[in-house]
């Protein structure tokens, strides 16, 4: 049975801190991710229900969620008034999931990928791999037909590929568009800017959801200040980027 993130310093810090019980909050909160399409409101509701059936204290639920926040887990995209998240995504889920097979399904039929947002970007042997109950030639059989399935993977119609990447770029800016402030009480020009978004490069499209929420958290966008339109955040009529000021959250003086 292999275990890369046995190898990871965060989870590790993250176990001593809260215990093993700590990486079942982690799962549940992936799974979730997974099956909203990498959007997650974080609710009092949700957070009761996980520390019940996890058995968990409320307030360590809470501490775990902070955690994996810190280490960069899970991006935030609304917060409450009081600065708490209120909607995250997964950082990693566009390279998660373009690691599953054609149908959704994992690769391997005795795999399991668990968190990528904690073991790194799809890297080799970033799986738990359940292996220990198989016989020598069911072993065998498994990996004949992993490979097998990599390889018609790897002769995937160009087409096929392209509209991979097109339907990641759609999910992408629909979590952009939802976490942009509105202008006024709206937002405006949705086409021109799924346009502009769509010359992003892929690691460009995650980090501009993150500064979007940034911007959208921001003191003057909070008090509907000068608020940009969507599209003249991605780029402006003068060519310039105005979310890469946004990169970062917005530094704020000690209460």
Known sequence: MTIPFNHDP???QLTDTHGDR????????FCLLDKKNNYLEITLPLMKSLART????LAK???ILGQM???????????FEDGSPSAVMGRNYAEYHRSRGRNGDEL???SKQIGPDLVGKGREGSSLTLNSSLTSSEEEARLREQKEKKGAQSRTPKKEKVAHVAEDCAQNFELFWQAMPARNGKKVEKPEAARKFATL???DQVTIIQAAANYANSERARAGVGIKD????IKSGKGDTPWRDWTEPEARPPA
């Open 22 to 29: 700590a990486l079942r909050f982690v799962l549940e909160i």
């Open 201 to 203: 490069s892929p690691s």
């Open 230 to 233: 969507p599209h003249r955040f």
């Open 54 to 57: 996890l058995r968990q204290s």
């Open 108 to 110: 391997g039929t005795n």
């Open 69 to 79: 926040l810190a280490n960069g887990w899970l991006i935030v995209l609304k917060t």
């Open 61 to 63: 639920c809470w501490r």
């Open 10 to 12: 965060e989870v590790w």
